[in-house]
């Protein structure tokens, strides 16, 4: 049975109930995600085996992340009970025609703060298949930046495959590097990344193209060129997301695999219920089918993309989805039936 | 005036905050329904005399049944107290693309162990003029389906008019009969009925014949051949609904009398609050019209669909809104002004 | 700079929480606000000097009001604490299909009693540029009248500019007098006014004439006739707004200014948070263009409908937005990405 | 089987949540209530059949509160449509060493604008067997107090016995008349009385005594004075109470009927829930002894004490307990074990 | 390091917000939890490594109970997913003198249905130490009396420690057998009973003694002859708890032991948040004490009794406290100061 | 007019509702507060003019502590809107035998980086009779500190009275500077110090004495000796507080001032809803009577004693009491009655 590492940050998130601004709440919704944990926690959903790498102080707090971790059956064996705070964020949820607004307060967290060698990871890859992590922890510190290094290193040559999910954040990048200091290395060793391609572009370092994503043949040549800087890439996947407004998002997915361009069709999410987390449950419904489907890209990027339409309808940054509700969808082009 | 009775359960429903999942709530909302209740409180909103019968616990839960029978001005003269349980269900309001689910907890409830000749339907019935009763009561077992029985049998011979909704649900038929074993005797009493043609097909032991309900002519071929099964039957009636996903419904109506077929327009009916209980609505718009509307069978199919299109804007299981509002949203065609 | 001074009732706001009906509240959320106030606490939201004059009662509920003037940075320091009881008004939120219900209890509230020469509108007016009052407050009471009429001739008299939301509530006329009677005397000193072509003319004693208002030059001509019957105004807005339900409206702007007329195309605003007091933050929307952007009249419209629109996502009576996100959302023409 | 009529007013209460002050709440929980309906409605719960006569509004808030009386099987068929607004009170509940709040907002309520023969009070009285009233309705207005001198006339007349809180508020009696000029007319025809000695003799316009309730023959003299005054008089009950504080009351019993004193022992009650109709629960434990313990004078002063202590463990104005509940207060003297 | 295992049912609790009576609850908090897994749970938070063992149903609600074992640190490895029910019940929480009512709806649960040899307590048990089990179990149905004979013989088989909480619930033991039918046999295998003497004698059909608690030697005399009935047990523990209402009891505890009796000083808790489990965190407690004070007997009781008393504080059924914090409150005394 | 300005920082307090543990909680309830805002807002209450100076983050949670300290009369006219983050905290509120827990989370705030000469304390204290600051202040960095030397320095040549609270807080001296390094200087210019003795002896670097409170010599004496060590104080003020447990606490008062020790009574606070601000609301106490009350010192600290017991029946930091209640208050020793 696969197994799936992933590694990065849990913040705690502060929400003001329903549609209210900030300065109507008196008080704030709580939950625990980030990104790579939002992937994971997704693929345990789905039914893998899992666990999630981090850092957390020795406080209740700390403590809550790990509850949270354990209740969605991810492993939590080997996170740190280190430094000074917990990371958070504050966000707005926006509503129709007003936006969603995000307050981030994680500076000097736990893991922007953890030091070298503290993590063991050959322990940790032992009996894993997969590896993932995203662009957003190699910007929260120097420090943060070296674990990701030594963990891609270490899992590359345990031989584990690994992805990536770029998620570049600018305000993130801020102790003194810019990502295409650091993301080239790093992602020599993946084998899957999601992402745009000016994104992925500006990471290694590129120009900007402003690609077409509706001129298939023009995308193709795109990622092409993408996989000729990227040596052991064997997948690009990619949300096509329109956003029409808070409320009211058009989403499609990409896979790009072997010179193969698979596309899922955009489809209408209306009304959003929360949109936090629903790339993360993407590259979670892309990694499920990647390690599941037989190299059914088609059916792959099918599931992948319903799996982020899915999120958008759940409130919290965790895909709380089944992989049966996923393939149901799918079943039923998203015509949401009573179950009973 | 007329007076109306109904027989059915009463169930707790109880359903996590907003659109949090199960496994998100930490709190249920509360309200009872049913069926048969829904639609015989609906018609005491709009302003006729009822009364319900059912069997409720001898204990706090059924003081609360009772006490929400009493609220909404329904007659509650003739309820049992017995049994242990109060019957519940759980259900999960879905959104935008993710559907609700339902999770019955009924079996072993009090109208479920309801004996033979509890009910006395003579005193029941003086003085009411109409008999409403649902295909949930007989699937329920044995026992309920023999109170039933009972119950038209004497409604038929004091002169009631009867009324049926269809309403089948294949998880409770599980007592060793089938409906078709029940509802063809059942059914020799209705006068009214409201189901779409293939249930009452199924019910009746015919075969399906997917009707095509955009042809006319095809629908009123179908619903002549149901009267011909049901000697006594006068009128049927049928919601279309097409389920877009879950926040959004097209409805419409049709209502056949006398070899004519009368049609409502289909509306878009975005957002939706809580669609539980609409074909409840339906019913009860259906009865009022037949009631009240003096053979104005156009009147009674506008009147009973708006009241269904209301009913998704309403929490709970029960329409809570008066006869104006009804012919108020027909006069606005569906326009919604602030009312000040 | 400018300081504006606005003078009206601020109520309190009962309302059932979510879409629950009034009968099924076991409690209702609290706001307090009011047409003048909602105006006159969104232009301090754009960063203009304002104050609010108004009388409420010398208890907790008095108290409450003076808060929430104060925390949005209103001025307060020539309101009355006197009379018996604070206005309040229950309102019952639509939903979709489903029309929102307002129930008035403002009778003999604190400013409904206020008697003659109670404000010194001299000490008020110092040091102001722009004095805004509503047709709600005639309609009040014979005292509430008077006492408008003192303001609006004193601030003529200091050379304040004024303007005028006409806001015809016919429930309020009940003290004996119809708004012909007094509006055309109180508008004679306006400069602007807000409200649709046949709302002035009623409250002018002319006739109605159903402009439509798809034709520019018919509403143009309407305009220029409205001028002429008031030989100080200078500028007419109003919001061209279509109810599709409860939940959808179509809302755009016109601008009229020196035989110029300006508009802002119509755009869906779906769904809706809270539609009271749209029409104030139009009201304050106008007046900040009209004071702040030079004589730009096409900007003026743009920044008035966009700050309409963005009140539609907000709950409560006051539109809590800043000068910024106007902008951002005429920039972006209404797409609400997220930010952060 | 007894039937108790009673006649009042129901208020909408609206009470910040939990501890909050008025200004820190953005909600307020609501229930309807009043002196004579706590009463009636408590009656109803121990198993009496009542009815309840008032006015409300025609309109929703109208419709609210007959649904609560309805839905505490309280009869509501003779309730008066009319008038323009619901009465109304704030309330915010103390806390340990703070004290409860109160703002009265009921002037010019339905009741308080009822003319004369507004109610038909042979219909009302038909089939019942007492009467109950209290002190809080003649203080409305003049036409409140001649509805009620109407009422007691007929109720006499029909042999009904009549029972009266005497519940004396100051800030009502506000319409031109005092106590003294109207409660004794209406008090010639009580049978039984509940309130304190001064109380009482200052509505008889008799000078304060301050007795000293410990003494139980300066008591007993005390009460004979006042049964000389009030010729139908057979019994006077009183609450002992003592607020330690918000949170604290020490809560005994007398009763005097025929010359003997009756008393309930003093206890603790702490926490307290909710005070709010204490002295009502303790009316209707005094009635329901009265008219159901066969002259156990001793069991009604134990019942209706343990019933007005155990309403301070209820939120809301009514006492929702049963006789068995009362009765196993008694019977464990006040030590609540869980009950499964 | 210790392993302790448990088996049991975890039922869903749902209580009215507050201190609301059930007919007054539009919603219900909802917590999982079970006399064995509480205790279980408990252990889990002082530290020690546990498992639980049960049956629930393959549904949303049967995955809501697993996620919450697993949030708390629980192993979950070897629960049975069948039945059709999850069993519940509803608690409505009293308040100072009002007591706290329970209905439970549990027959037909997933663990009542439990067939013979469905769980391999050989896999189950190896590597574990302790085993815990109550007299609920039994109690629920033939099949689950079966499972823990079957369990117990295999744990005794095993060498491992069995503890049990005696636990007589009357209203549970409907299945044709009493308690002394069954329980006997069970208790051969128990090293530690917690349960007050009466109780144990009944359920090994002795005559009651009605000890007097606060006399050392008839209480050291009634423990002694108790272990003689039973071969294979050390130690029996009892809370002393006396309930002067549902807001405030006094707790002590003892514990006998090879003819020794320890025992902890009553202390009065007030008020108590939630009391539901509170036994359950007593024998988590003295298990723990049992397990890893190196036979100090006196600290064993101080801390269970100090367990016992702070479970009142914490809403819902689980002792979420740490070893630490029980340790800091007996060092403080319970003086619960601010910890910063 | 008395005008008194405060300076410090105002943290976002988190909690948990009503009794829950952090990890129970799926919501914290925000208020915003400090102490030495607290007490300003408390003195705001009173009726005197007050400012409050601090520095907040330009984003929208620095906006909601401005529009906090608007809301309750505060001035706010000289705040810095410059760093990074808002200073919060996190509070799990006790209950009865179980303490609440605090985790601080106010490292890197906006006032912890402010520079040297970012305040005009000459503007500021333009009109202003009086100075307050607290000893958490100098404690949160180095920066923190100078801007208290240069406020207090310049306050002291601008004549202004000066009052501090001591506030010791252990976790936040941790810039490399102990209290007896920094607070002896600041100190030199207070006229009034609140804190117990040995804070006061340690901050001045003297031996601990643990003075008997109960010993009026001693404690005359210990005072006196402190007065030696700083020239200009005039008055010293202290709490006496004895914690029963987190849900009641025994409350009292002292003052010295010219060589006499005034003091209060103590009393029990059962139960308390928020202790967070007592002491501040004491302080505020203490400067209200000093201010306003003609050297009465024994009417000062009675007052000074009732605000602080007050303070612990109101949610939140500040105590949103006014003048009356306070004085209300000591007339009836603490006996809450409803006010109706």
Redesign the interface.
């Known amino acids: 049975m696969q197994k799936v590492i992933s590694f990065g940050e849990i913040l705690m998130r502060?929400s003001p109930?329903?549609?209210?601004?900030?300065?109507?709440?008196?008080?704030?919704?709580?939950?625990y995600g980030g990104g790579e944990f939002n992937a994971i926690a997704s693929l345990a959903n789905f039914g893998l085996k899992t666990e999630f790498v981090t850092a957390v102080p020795e406080?209740?707090?700390g403590?809550?992340v790990i509850?949270?971790i354990?209740?969605?059956?991810v492993g939590c064996e080997n996170i740190l009970r280190q430094g000074?705070?917990?990371g958070l964020y504050?966000i707005?949820m926006?509503?129709?025609?007003?936006?969603?607004?995000?307050?981030?307060?994680r500076?000097?967290s736990s893991i922007a703060q953890i030091g070298t060698n503290n993590f063991d990871w050959a322990k940790i890859f032992k009996g894993a298949t997969w590896f993932h992590w995203s662009g957003v922890t190699p910007a929260i510190s120097q420090e943060a930046a070296g674990a990701c290094l030594e963990a891609v290193k270490k899992a590359s040559e345990m031989g584990l495959k690994i992805s990536t999910d770029l998620n570049y954040?600018s305000?993130l990048w801020n102790y003194g590097k810019e990502p295409y200091d650091v993301m080239p290395e790093l992602l020599q060793y993946s084998n899957v990344i999601i992402g745009d391609i000016d994104t992925a572009r500006f990471m290694l370092k590129k120009d900007k193209i402003a690609p077409d994503y509706k001129n298939k043949d023009e995308v193709k040549q795109a990622f092409l060129e993408l996989m000729e800087f990227l040596p052991n890439l064997d997948s690009i996947g990619m949300v096509f997301r329109e956003?029409?407004?808070?409320?009211?998002e058009r989403i499609g997915g990409l896979l790009y695999n072997n010179n193969k361009l698979y596309s899922e069709k955009i489809?209408d999410?209306?009304?959003?219920?929360d949109?936090?987390g629903s790339g993360d449950a993407f590259m979670a419904g892309l990694l499920y089918g990647l390690l599941e489907f037989d190299e059914n890209f088609q059916k792959t990027i099918e599931f992948a993309t319903a799996a982020c339409?899915?999120k958008?309808?759940?409130?919290?940054d965790v895909n709380?989805?089944s992989k049966e509700?996923v393939i149901?969808?799918i079943d039923n082009d998203?015509?949401?039936?009573?179950?009973?």
């Open positions: 502060l109930p329903g549609n209210l601004r900030f300065d109507q709440a008196t008080s704030f919704n709580a939950v406080n209740a707090l403590d809550c509850n949270t354990r209740s969605v059956n000074d705070r917990l504050f707005e926006g509503a129709s025609v007003r936006s969603s607004n995000v307050i981030y307060d500076a000097e954040r305000k956003s029409v407004n808070a409320s009211h489809r999410v209306i009304p959003i219920v949109r936090v339409i899915l958008h309808s759940i409130f919290g709380r989805v509700e149901n969808f998203g015509a949401a039936k009573v179950k009973r």
